[in-house]
């Protein structure tokens, strides 16, 4: 069983930044890959960033050079910094991760940005 807590989401202007945090707790954390999706109002959920255990990383295109994530194992925590973000960036993030056959998703973290 794992428990994902996000937070770091709050109100910024266009161009600002934030930080998002995922804590988890829980089994083998550590040796699964973790992602961040978001969803915008009406819009499907979508695949943000991805990290895999040995430490490489993919991202959704219009995020690419400007978002960054990243894990702490020791502390097991999965971060994403996001830079220069944009009024298309407003959505609800959300932390996933899997074990085996089982998913695991957190309660989400409400992003706006203001134009």
């Known amino acids: 069983q794992v428990l994902l807590v996000e937070s770091g989401g709050g109100l910024v202007q266009a161009g600002g930044s934030l930080r998002l945090s995922c804590a988890a707790s829980?089994?083998?954390?550590?040796?699964?890959?973790v992602a961040w999706y978001r969803q915008a109002p009406g819009k499907q959920r979508e695949l943000v960033a991805a990290i895999i255990t040995g430490g490489s990383t993919n991202y959704k295109d219009s995020v690419k050079g400007r978002f960054t994530i990243s894990r702490d194992n020791a502390k097991n925590l999965v971060y994403l910094q996001m830079n220069s973000l944009k009024p298309e960036d407003t959505a609800v993030y959300y932390c996933?991760?899997?074990?085996?056959?089982?998913?695991?998703w957190g309660q989400g973290t409400q992003v706006t940005v203001s134009s």
């Open positions: 829980g089994n083998n954390f550590n040796d699964n890959t």
């Open positions: 996933y991760t899997h074990s085996g056959l089982r998913e695991y």
